[in-house]
């Protein structure tokens, strides 16, 4: 199963106490960023987010560029940036299928360092806003196969 982890793209608070939304910079980035995922021939069979907009805008721009219904994506309350990566982690390898995360920092460094050895791959564990890791996690393994960037 290959597994895609993105952060979303760059994003700015509209008001005061207002949630962070997509910057128009952000927007362009994961429109960008669903393209080359296409280009690459990734074709998740599920789509997760975290419940916060900047992560739902991400997801839903990436997931037009793959012709993913948007309907089928899932909102998920770990995905937040303090979630709890250890329960996402055990829901991660019940999947049988291609999966794409879009969430937030510390929690997409959180889950790498599940997968990834730091010194290994120190690209790895490297998220700027839009950018993307992809791995191939097997029965308790998993290898960095890509990064990609904005």
């Known amino acids: 199963m290959k597994l895609y982890l993105m952060r979303?793209?760059?994003?700015?608070?509209p008001a005061p106490g207002k949630p962070k939304a997509l910057?128009?910079?952000g927007e362009?980035?994961?429109k960008a960023m669903g393209k080359a995922l296409k280009k690459r021939n990734v074709a998740p069979a599920a789509i997760w987010h975290s419940p916060l907009p900047r992560a739902i805008q991400t997801a839903e721009l990436?997931?037009?560029q793959l012709k993913f219904p948007a309907e089928e994506m899932r909102e998920k309350k770990?995905?937040?940036p303090e979630g709890n990566a250890t329960f996402s982690l055990r829901e991660v390898y019940e999947q049988t299928q291609d999966l794409l995360i879009v969430s937030h920092l510390p929690f997409l460094k959180t889950l790498m360092s599940h997968f990834a050895d730091y010194d290994?791959?120190?690209?790895?564990?490297?998220?700027?806003?839009?950018?993307?890791?992809a791995l191939e996690v097997g029965k308790g393994n998993a290898k960095l196969l890509w990064t990609l960037h904005p």
Request: hydrophobic share 40%; aromatic share 6%.
């Open 120 to 133: 290994a791959h120190p690209e790895a564990f490297d998220f700027p806003t839009a950018g993307v890791a």
């Open 23 to 25: 910057s128009e910079r």
């Open 62 to 64: 990436v997931a037009e």
């Open 78 to 80: 770990e995905l937040v």
């Open 8 to 13: 979303h793209g760059h994003s700015i608070s």
């Open 28 to 30: 362009k980035d994961a």
